[in-house]
């Protein structure tokens, strides 16, 4: 920046901070100390009168680095957002006056800490740049849609009604999917008791009449690369031919393969023509098309037995160990196929827990038994082949006892399994520069970390299920319909309506340079000092979102459309050359630095807090506004994620003669609860090291403690920092102290 | 076995629940029954039954003809109603055990001593005889139900209470001896001979 950096500090005296703190004090310190320009203090700072007060100082006084030292960064977000300045928050609200007992004994203490973060504040902003766009996008707003079924068409449909251009590529020679192979579905509107037409055709002609919709069949995506606003994807058609084409942003729509009943041989498949899946139901059901249903080999049908759950829910080698959600519902469609036909065909739906989702689901289950399908709770154990059709052997969980019945035909309800291209876990991606294409690999992304989306469990590729289920680990690129989870048609169109909108955001972010989920709207990113990396490659390694590639040189690459500024890569960087405008190795260490720490014979302990501003940071804001009280000697840093914690900060913090320090990051492991889905597990990881640094100071372990924290832990968060003092003060003060 | 549990058998074969729907009252809600089990869990009785509601129902699904219409269950039934109060389904549960025991006794399945149909049927002639309850018969008729000790022991115990209603005009000897009736007879037992006449050409169309 050309500008010359002036810092102002503003300090507010209301919410009775004014009654409870010296803020004239506070003001001092900023001046002398912290070297603050202009320094002011209101009476009441995010009123219109205060806010102005603020702004006229950026327009007329040039001061462009504002400390604002009065309630938590997450309050008054809206009052305090000013353009192209760079700004810090001191939390005396929520942070000091709220946590502590309005005492005379407890004054002092009281006044040290605001006085702390008055320093912090102003310390933090003055090695801060105002972060501008980096300008890398090229402004692509146009979709890519990989796979043309249900899915995959209502997204194409969604995005150019809200007036963007969506290409579909599908692999096969037609639109339709999975969908198309339906004689009927499940009925989507009220009375819910018939199966209706699955309106896939009808959705193939409104793709064909949209002129903002391009198709290209008999094509799967060779190679995709960029990043949001800027993707290149290269379509190659069956004969070879490739296209290279530009969008803003990707939807997968890859969808489900039906489960291989093969696997299932003691339900007696691959043996005859009268068991069959689901899918093959539906064939001899359209072959019918209303009239009498017969086996594959032509025979009668007069009494049908449906299996559910056959190779799903169960813990066995091999099969699923989830429920795929729709086979209940289509059982029951598909028992009316034949009653509807001919009520006197008997059918039996074979269910351990029946479970029919949807605000129709239990009407249509109704109807399934008013129509006269007989519902048995029951699990079946063997099919076998009884020369006139099967007899299915079953034990029955209402009258407790194993028992059998015969049947024409036995149809298995499989389940879902995701197309959901390569497991990038057991894949690695290609040697830079030698570039292969995968056709197992849906997107075939040359991204360092995989050539395809990531899994989350099972093979299907989720993403944070909990908070934010529409988003992926890969920014731009969404997942929509039964590859990100099993679902329904009805859920099917839900999911690729969502995706279509989430996709339309990012590519509008990215043409103004902002973040996506969870860090909206930041335009800071991550950049690196070339000369220092000494290409560890622990930031492309570590990255939870494939945001670095590697160039020709191996120096890390970092594409900022994709980046979601977690800062794990500037945590995990060794020579610490990663850093964002406004967020940096600087900017905490920095806080961390100026905290005034009082002699040890003042038995005035200090504990530094790093808290992830996600989930610990609002928790301990929420214990101020509940009234919870915790010990006047922490120093509460929030963080982007616990995973952009570097170990220098732990190392000068020990150093510099703080007592003891605590780090709350989210929940990790399976239930993960980290808005960057691996930022607190790396950071625990390497939180492991701490031991060694603590050992080579003479130091006791306890004065480090990492914890998971939810955002609803308000009295625990506090409480641990209660412990940590505790702790201290049995194992007495650091001997660090200058 | 009787002729028309003979020819019920031939006509439904495997279809039990085919039965149930065509002849037990209110017998077509069986099949919507959710097995959710509410119904087992509500009933005060639940845990004397052999088999409670949920379970006769999935044993109607599973055609266990005999299992069912022999079975001492319905018959248990005190019409308290908190299975029909609670079904989600709707089920008109009590209505469908007094119709399956109902069903049970015209084909003769009913188990042969049992005193709920027992005390039914001893009620139902007392009440038919002269169109109202003669309360002295049907009580003595109870006591003597199982035979003559039994009776004899019921009332020795009853005694007490007796007298006291001997003494208070509550209850008249005299009643033994005919008792009072309808103004009447005739008509009633020309209205239930009609009745019956009626249930049993229906019977016959099965």
């Given at each position: 920046?050309?500008?010359?950096k002036?810092?102002?500090?503003?300090?507010c005296?209301?919410?009775?901070?004014g009654?409870?703190?010296?803020?004239?004090?506070?003001?001092?310190?900023?001046?002398?100390?912290?070297?603050?320009?202009?320094?002011?203090?209101?009476?009441?700072?995010?009123?219109?009168?205060?806010?102005?007060?603020?702004?006229?100082?950026?327009?007329?006084?040039?001061?462009?680095?504002?400390?604002?030292?009065?309630?938590?960064?997450?309050?008054?977000?809206?009052?305090?957002?000013?353009?192209?300045?760079?700004?810090?928050?001191?939390?005396?609200?929520?942070?000091?006056?709220?946590?502590?007992?309005?005492?005379?004994?407890?004054?002092?203490?009281?006044?040290?800490?605001a006085?702390?973060?008055?320093?912090?504040?102003?310390?933090?902003?003055?090695?801060?740049?105002?972060?501008?766009?980096?300008?890398?996008?090229?402004?692509?707003?146009?979709?890519?849609?990989?796979?043309?079924?249900?899915?995959?068409?209502?997204?194409?449909?969604?995005?150019?009604?809200?007036?963007?251009?969506?290409?579909?590529?599908?692999?096969?020679?037609?639109?339709?999917?999975?969908?198309?192979?339906?004689?009927?579905?499940?009925?989507?509107?009220?009375?819910?008791?018939?199966?209706?037409?699955?309106?896939?055709?009808?959705?193939?002609?409104?793709?064909?009449?949209?002129?903002?919709?391009t198709?290209?069949?008999?094509?799967?995506?060779?190679?995709?690369?960029?990043?949001?606003?800027?993707?290149s994807?290269?379509?190659?058609?069956?004969?070879?031919?490739?296209?290279?084409?530009?969008?803003?942003?990707?939807?997968?729509?890859?969808?489900?393969?039906?489960?291989?009943?093969?696997?299932?041989p003691?339900?007696?498949?691959?043996?005859?023509?009268?068991?069959?899946?689901?899918?093959?139901?539906?064939?001899?059901?359209?072959?019918?098309?209303?009239?009498?249903?017969?086996?594959?080999?032509?025979?009668?049908?007069?009494?049908?037995?449906?299996?559910?759950?056959?190779?799903?829910?169960?813990?066995?080698?091999?099969?699923?160990?989830?429920?795929?959600?729709?086979?209940?519902?289509?059982?029951i469609?598909?028992?009316?196929?034949?009653?509807?036909?001919?009520?006197?065909?008997?059918?039996?739906?074979?269910?351990?827990?029946?479970?029919?989702?949807?605000?129709?689901?239990?009407?249509?289950?109704?109807?399934?038994?008013?129509?006269?399908?007989?519902?048995?709770?029951?699990?079946?154990?063997?099919?076998?082949?009884?020369?006139?059709?099967?007899?299915?052997?079953?034990?029955?969980?209402?009258?407790?006892?194993?028992?059998?019945?015969?049947?024409?035909?036995?149809?298995?309800?499989?389940?879902?399994?995701?197309?959901?291209?390569?497991?990038?876990?057991?894949?690695?991606?290609?040697?830079?520069?030698?570039?292969?294409?995968?056709?197992?690999?849906?997107?075939?992304?040359?991204?360092?970390?995989?050539?395809?989306?990531?899994q989350?469990?099972?093979?299907?590729?989720?993403?944070?299920?909990?908070?934010?289920?529409?988003e992926?680990?890969?920014?731009?690129?969404?997942?929509?319909?039964?590859?990100?989870?099993?679902?329904?048609?009805?859920?099917?169109?839900?999911?690729?309506?969502?995706?279509?909108?989430?996709?339309?955001?990012?590519?509008?972010?990215a043409?103004?340079?902002?973040?996506?989920?969870?860090?909206?709207?930041?335009?800071?990113?991550?950049?690196?000092?070339?000369?220092?990396?000494?290409?560890?490659?622990?930031?492309t390694?570590?990255?939870?979102f494939?945001?670095?590639?590697?160039?020709?040189?191996?120096?890390?690459?970092?594409?900022?459309?994709?980046?979601?500024?977690c800062?794990?890569?500037?945590?995990?960087?060794?020579?610490?050359?990663?850093?964002?405008?406004?967020?940096?190795?600087?900017?905490?260490?920095?806080?961390?630095?100026?905290?005034?720490?009082?002699?040890?014979?003042?038995?005035?302990?200090?504990?530094?807090?790093?808290?992830?501003?996600?989930?610990?940071?609002?928790?301990?804001?929420?214990?101020?506004?509940?009234?919870?009280?915790?010990?006047?000697?922490?120093?509460?840093?929030?963080?982007?994620?616990?995973?952009?914690?570097?170990?220098?900060?732990?190392?000068?913090?020990?150093?510099?003669?703080?007592?003891g320090?605590?780090?709350?990051?989210?929940?990790?492991?399976?239930?993960?609860?980290?808005?960057?889905?691996?930022?607190?597990?790396?950071?625990?990881?390497?939180?492991?090291?701490?031991?060694?640094?603590?050992?080579?100071?003479?130091?006791?372990?306890?004065?480090?403690?990492?914890?998971?924290?939810?955002?609803t832990?308000?009295?625990?968060?506090?409480?641990l920092i209660?412990?940590?003092?505790?702790?201290?003060?049995?194992?007495?003060?650091?001997?660090?102290k200058? | 076995?009787?002729?028309?549990?003979?020819?019920?058998?031939e006509k439904y074969?495997?279809?039990?629940?085919?039965?149930v729907?065509?002849?037990?009252?209110?017998?077509?809600?069986?099949k919507?029954?959710?097995q959710?089990?509410?119904?087992?869990?509500?009933?005060?009785?639940?845990?004397?039954?052999?088999?409670?509601?949920?379970?006769?129902?999935?044993?109607?699904?599973?055609?266990?003809?005999e299992?069912?219409?022999?079975?001492?269950?319905?018959?248990?039934?005190?019409?308290?109603?908190?299975?029909?109060?609670?079904?989600?389904?709707?089920?008109?549960?009590?209505?469908?055990?007094?119709?399956?025991?109902?069903?049970?006794?015209?084909?003769g399945?009913?188990?042969?001593n049992?005193?709920?149909?027992?005390?039914?049927?001893?009620?139902?002639?007392?009440?038919?005889?002269?169109g109202?309850?003669?309360?002295?018969?049907?009580?003595?008729?109870?006591?003597?139900m199982?035979?003559?000790?039994?009776?004899?022991?019921?009332?020795?115990c009853?005694?007490?209470?007796?007298?006291?209603?001997?003494?208070?005009?509550?209850?008249?000897?005299?009643?033994?001896?005919?008792?009072?009736?309808?103004?009447?007879?005739?008509?009633?037992?020309?209205?239930?001979?009609?009745?019956?006449?009626?249930?049993?050409?229906?019977?016959?169309?099965?």
């Amino acid at each position: 920046m050309a500008e010359e950096k002036k810092v102002g500090t503003y300090i507010c005296k209301g919410c009775g901070i004014g009654d409870r703190v010296n803020t004239a004090g506070m003001a001092t310190i900023a001046t002398r100390e912290c070297k603050s320009q202009v320094t002011k203090e209101h009476d009441f700072l995010c009123s219109a009168e205060g806010v102005k007060m603020i702004q006229d100082d950026i327009d007329n006084d040039g001061v462009n680095h504002i400390a604002i030292v009065a309630c938590s960064r997450r309050a008054k977000t809206e009052a305090f957002s000013f353009e192209n300045v760079a700004i810090s928050r001191g939390n005396v609200r929520e942070g000091v006056i709220w946590v502590r007992p309005d005492t005379d004994e407890a004054s002092e203490t009281t006044q040290e800490m605001a006085e702390d973060y008055t320093r912090m504040a102003v310390h933090e902003v003055s090695v801060m740049t105002p972060p501008t766009p980096s300008g890398q996008s090229e402004g692509r707003k146009n979709l890519l849609i990989v796979g043309g079924g249900i899915s995959g068409m209502t997204a194409a449909i969604e995005a150019a009604r809200a007036g963007y251009e969506a290409t579909i590529v599908e692999k096969t020679g037609a639109l339709g999917g999975s969908a198309a192979n339906l004689y009927r579905r499940v009925p989507e509107s009220s009375p819910f008791k018939d199966p209706e037409d699955s309106g896939v055709a009808a959705l193939i002609a409104a793709v064909d009449a949209d002129s903002k919709i391009t198709v290209h069949l008999n094509s799967t995506v060779t190679k995709t690369s960029g990043a949001p606003g800027r993707f290149s994807a290269d379509i190659t058609t069956e004969s070879g031919a490739t296209a290279t084409e530009n969008f803003g942003a990707i939807i997968q729509t890859s969808g489900f393969t039906e489960y291989d009943a093969n696997q299932l041989p003691h339900l007696g498949y691959g043996k005859g023509k009268n068991v069959v899946t689901q899918m093959e139901l539906e064939a001899l059901a359209a072959a019918a098309d209303g009239g009498v249903i017969k086996t594959a080999d032509g025979k009668d049908i007069n009494s049908v037995v449906f299996i559910q759950c056959a190779g799903q829910r169960s813990d066995e080698e091999g099969h699923l160990p989830y429920c795929s959600g729709h086979c209940c519902t289509t059982s029951i469609k598909q028992a009316m196929y034949f009653k509807d036909q001919n009520p006197a065909i008997d059918t039996t739906v074979m269910f351990t827990d029946l479970r029919t989702p949807g605000a129709g689901g239990e009407d249509f289950y109704r109807s399934g038994q008013d129509k006269g399908i007989n519902f048995t709770k029951g699990v079946a154990s063997e099919v076998t082949d009884n020369g006139n059709g099967c007899t299915v052997k079953f034990r029955d969980m209402i009258l407790d006892e194993d028992t059998s019945t015969d049947a024409d035909l036995v149809v298995l309800a499989t389940g879902m399994v995701a197309n959901a291209g390569v497991d990038i876990d057991v894949v690695g991606q290609d040697d830079p520069g030698k570039w292969e294409v995968s056709v197992d690999s849906i997107l075939n992304l040359d991204y360092r970390q995989g050539k395809d989306m990531p899994q989350l469990r099972h093979g299907f590729n989720d993403s944070h299920f909990i908070c934010f289920p529409y988003e992926t680990r890969r920014t731009g690129i969404y997942t929509a319909g039964p590859t990100r989870r099993p679902m329904d048609i009805g859920q099917a169109i839900e999911d690729a309506t969502g995706a279509a909108l989430k996709a339309i955001q990012a590519a509008e972010n990215a043409e103004l340079g902002r973040a996506a989920h969870p860090r909206s709207g930041d335009l800071s990113y991550p950049s690196f000092r070339k000369e220092g990396c000494t290409q560890c490659k622990r930031c492309t390694v570590e990255c939870p979102f494939g945001a670095i590639d590697e160039d020709e040189e191996r120096y890390p690459q970092f594409n900022e459309g994709r980046c979601r500024r977690c800062g794990t890569c500037m945590g995990a960087c060794p020579v610490r050359v990663i850093s964002f405008d406004n967020y940096s190795i600087d900017t905490v260490g920095n806080q961390i630095k100026n905290v005034d720490i009082p002699e040890e014979f003042d038995e005035k302990p200090r504990i530094l807090v790093l808290a992830c501003e996600n989930d610990a940071y609002p928790a301990l804001d929420m214990a101020a506004m509940n009234g919870v009280e915790y010990s006047a000697f922490a120093r509460i840093i929030p963080i982007r994620c616990l995973g952009s914690t570097n170990l220098i900060w732990v190392t000068d913090a020990l150093n510099s003669g703080y007592d003891g320090i605590i780090l709350m990051g989210c929940q990790k492991g399976e239930n993960y609860q980290c808005h960057f889905v691996k930022g607190s597990e790396i950071a625990q990881d390497r939180m492991s090291k701490v031991d060694d640094t603590l050992q080579s100071l003479s130091l006791e372990p306890e004065r480090v403690e990492t914890y998971e924290i939810a955002i609803t832990d308000i009295e625990r968060a506090p409480q641990l920092i209660n412990d940590m003092a505790a702790t201290i003060e049995k194992i007495g003060m650091s001997p660090f102290k200058f | 076995m009787s002729d028309m549990n003979t020819a019920m058998v031939e006509k439904y074969r495997n279809s039990f629940l085919s039965e149930v729907e065509a002849n037990v009252e209110e017998g077509e809600w069986v099949k919507m029954c959710m097995q959710c089990g509410v119904c087992s869990g509500s009933c005060p009785f639940g845990p004397y039954w052999d088999h409670p509601p949920q379970e006769l129902f999935m044993m109607i699904r599973a055609g266990k003809r005999e299992a069912v219409l022999s079975s001492e269950s319905m018959w248990m039934c005190t019409s308290c109603y908190n299975c029909i109060a609670r079904c989600p389904r709707g089920l008109p549960i009590t209505h469908i055990m007094h119709g399956l025991a109902h069903y049970a006794k015209r084909l003769g399945l009913a188990p042969k001593n049992q005193q709920t149909m027992k005390f039914a049927s001893i009620f139902w002639d007392n009440l038919t005889k002269k169109g109202r309850v003669n309360e002295l018969q049907l009580g003595l008729k109870l006591y003597f139900m199982n035979g003559f000790v039994e009776g004899i022991k019921t009332a020795l115990c009853m005694k007490e209470m007796g007298m006291s209603m001997l003494m208070t005009k509550r209850m008249s000897p005299m009643e033994y001896f005919g008792g009072h009736s309808i103004k009447d007879t005739k008509g009633l037992h020309a209205i239930l001979k009609k009745a019956r006449e009626i249930e049993e050409a229906k019977a016959k169309q099965f």
